[in-house]
């Protein structure tokens, strides 16, 4: 069961998306102009936007009390006793009249403190440390789709879905995890510890199918973000299960007779060492 929020979500897409498709029928029946296209292009916009709303909820509202813990907010806020100012640890990377460039490390310190999404309560509170209005952290939190903006599971497996792993049968793999966990994509598991999404092209195209695991079971401190590649869809359920018992699955290549993203089997050109011919 989805919550309130995501519920009224949506059926505001839905609205969008009903208004989008009678308004393009309209706009194709105008003249073939430039401003024909425009109206049709506006409401495509519209739709596109729509995932970017923020509806209060009791747990996601501007009024909830939220700041860094105070381990974290060593890390945002160091303390020089005997120069009795504060420096600021993660902006001491960026010039003074940029303070707004750490942004970014700041939202992903928060999405690790709270559990692996961005409420919008730690988004004004890192806007008053950097110094900007709100809408300017708002930008970089709905741009960015690493920062997750509704709650996910203390695990949050992502699943490449770029090309080389689609071929190689990503489809198959996150087919095989919402089976599993009987879950939608983007549902939390009832027990809260996991949630399956979709992931933009992770770099590992040689290793493919692969998935991304954030553990968020640990908080910001035991925080990790690891690989499984090479996978089947028996594989990523065995992965599934040693998480759920607290072991740590070995990352990386999940191929019996693949070491990284060498050859199965080993080399079967380049046996020498090619240093010595430099």
Not at 114 to 130: D, E, L, R, T, Y
Not at 145 to 150: K, L, Q
Not at 161 to 189: D, Q, Y
Not at 251 to 266: D, S, V, Y
Request: some cysteine.
């Amino acid at each position: 069961m989805l919550p309130p929020a995501a519920r009224l979500a949506a059926r505001r897409l839905l609205g969008l998306a009903t208004s989008s498709a009678s308004e393009s029928a309209a706009a194709r029946r105008l003249s073939r102009s430039p401003i024909s296209y425009a109206a049709a292009g506006c409401f495509s916009r519209l739709f596109s936007t729509a995932l970017n709303y923020h509806l209060d909820s009791p747990e996601n509202n501007p009024d909830m009390p939220w700041e860094f813990t105070e381990a974290n907010m060593k890390k945002v806020l160091l303390f020089v006793s005997f120069i009795h100012f504060p420096v600021n640890e993660i902006l001491s990377h960026y010039p003074s009249n940029y303070k707004q460039s750490g942004i970014i490390p700041m939202l992903d310190l928060a999405q690790q403190q709270h559990g692996g999404w961005v409420p919008v309560a730690a988004m004004n509170a890192i806007a008053k440390i950097v110094e900007v209005a709100p809408i300017r952290v708002y930008e970089v939190a709905t741009f960015y789709t690493m920062f997750n903006r509704t709650k996910v599971g203390k695990y949050h497996l992502l699943v490449c879905g770029t090309t080389p792993c689609m071929i190689r049968g990503s489809r198959e793999i996150e087919e095989a995890l919402l089976e599993h966990l009987g879950v939608k994509r983007n549902e939390v598991t009832s027990d809260g510890l996991f949630s399956v999404g979709e992931m933009e092209c992770m770099g590992c195209c040689v290793n493919a199918p692969m998935i991304a695991v954030a553990d968020y079971s640990k908080g910001s401190e035991g925080y990790t973000y690891n690989y499984y590649e090479d996978l089947t869809p028996k594989r990523v359920v065995e992965i599934v299960e040693m998480l759920k018992r607290g072991e740590t699955p070995p990352r990386g290549t999940q191929h019996p007779e693949r070491k990284n993203c060498g050859p199965a089997g080993g080399n079967t050109t380049l046996h020498a060492d090619m240093r010595r011919q430099w």
